[in-house]
């Protein structure tokens, strides 16, 4: 598409958006009695307008009902994760068994690394990004440390080439084929937290099966944002937050993804509590784990369920969209953000101050996410940005991160943002 960088063009491209009507369904927060420009559905999505009556009826059944709600609520508590698995399933590609709802993200790659980073002595490495997002490095170092070995040998992280600012795809390939019999676990974030690179899951994958190690990924800032087939790329696990692109709610519960080859190894290790037992014996109290044969397996715990209605309000709204309709827009509003920003900095004369977008320019490398690189400006430059009603996420010294999200944000947005960062350059 040819874009351009004006009002009536942006308006236009509003008109068309088939989607445009769900912003209305979204609280958009209003700073100073003025509606803000909010890019930041990467770090915490809006809220939903029907997560108060989400909440409400579990509220209200509770009032009435107290422990007998878990099995005469509207929608009865003890079975409560059951209504997630179709529709998350569509989001990230998967068989209804093959995913749960439960805890939260951290805990949850503890979790699985717990029953697929299985580390012996000849194969006892595991590949992972550079600068992952911190929570995942703390847990890979202590998964690492809890076998009995040492992070600097066993972890392998793969960095982006000396002057680039992306992963080249070859040198994960190639560090697996490097690692051969001793690798264990490949493990990385689907989308990259801060530059917003998209990693080949599939080939990724298929290398690390040929070398004989598990691949899992950390689908935070991919869940609800791009295209997942997690189980037709034989991905062995993966878990991912609900709160980010999937609008539910602070330290929302998380998702877990399991291959059904390994749901239907009941020998697996992992640990375990009453909700992954067999559902026939869970109420007998009885001694001996059955785990299910799905990912409910590695539930412990029963349903937290108010958290889990928020993100119950949040995914019966993306399965009346769905991921297609998103998608398309997805690519259309990244495309439309890169253009605004490489026109504004086109317009900057100046040598020393520039703009530099380092997220993959190729759509298919990217999501939502649009990371910039304020070169020659410091803080206050995000500062105009927030006083002007525009909320992104900064990170020292001089990186912006901007997400529209197709849910909730318009053309319109971006135009209004580009005209805003103009002046504020
Ligand atoms: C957001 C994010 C987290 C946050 O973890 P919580 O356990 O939800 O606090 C962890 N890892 C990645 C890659 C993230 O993007």
């Not at 790659?109 to 002595?121: A, D, E, G, H, I």
């Not at 600068?131 to 490095?137: G, L, T, W």
């Not at 504004?344 to 990217?366: C, H, M, Q």
Request: with cysteine; charged share 25%.
């Amino acid at each position: 598409m040819t874009y351009e960088n004006s009002l009536e063009f942006a308006l236009q491209l509003d008109q068309q958006d088939e989607i445009a009507g769900y912003r209305n369904k979204f609280h958009i927060p209003v700073i100073d009695g003025k509606e803000t420009i909010y890019f930041t559905g990467n770090s915490l999505g809006l809220q939903p307008k029907s997560t108060i009556d989400y909440i409400n009826t579990e509220l209200q059944d509770w009032a009435k009902w107290g422990v007998e709600g878990h099995f005469h609520a509207k929608n009865p508590w003890f079975a409560y994760h059951e209504m997630f698995a179709e529709p998350i399933a569509k989001i990230v590609g998967a068989q209804p068994r093959e995913v749960v709802v439960m805890n939260n993200l951290t805990v949850n790659l503890n979790l699985l690394l717990v029953s697929f980073y299985r580390p012996t002595k000849e194969r006892y490495k595991i590949i992972c990004e550079a600068k992952a997002f911190p929570s995942d490095q703390y847990a890979l170092e202590m998964q690492v440390k809890n076998a009995g070995f040492n992070p600097d040998e066993a972890i392998v992280e793969i960095a982006p080439r000396e002057g680039n600012r992306t992963i080249h795809h070859n040198d994960i390939i190639t560090a697996i084929k490097e690692a051969g019999d001793s690798l264990a676990c490949v493990m990385i974030g689907g989308v990259n937290y801060f530059t917003g690179q998209v990693f080949d899951m599939k080939s990724i994958t298929t290398a690390a099966h040929e070398v004989g190690a598990n691949c899992g990924f950390d689908l935070a800032h991919a869940a609800g944002n791009i295209k997942l087939q997690l189980h037709e790329w034989n991905v062995d696990f993966a878990c991912w937050c609900s709160y980010k692109y999937l609008n539910s709610g602070p330290g929302g519960v998380s998702g877990i993804y399991v291959h059904e080859r390994h749901c239907d190894n009941t020998d697996l290790p992992r640990f375990a509590g009453w909700w992954g037992q067999e559902k026939e014996t869970r109420f007998l109290m009885e001694k001996g784990f059955k785990p299910m044969k799905s990912a409910e397996a590695w539930q412990m715990s029963n349903a937290p369920v108010l958290t889990m209605a928020a993100h119950k309000a949040a995914i019966d709204i993306f399965d009346e969209v769905g991921m297609v309709k998103l998608l398309e827009k997805q690519k259309q509003l990244s495309g439309y953000l890169e253009f605004i920003i490489d026109d504004i900095n086109a317009s900057l004369a100046s040598s020393d101050k520039s703009l530099e977008i380092i997220t993959p320019r190729d759509w298919k490398e990217r999501g939502c996410q649009v990371s910039v690189i304020a070169h020659g400006y410091g803080k206050d430059l995000f500062d105009k940005l927030t006083t002007e009603g525009v909320i992104t996420d900064w990170r020292e010294p001089n990186a912006i991160r901007i997400a529209p999200v197709p849910l909730y944000n318009s053309f319109n947005d971006i135009f209004r943002f580009g005209e805003i960062l103009k002046k504020s350059l």
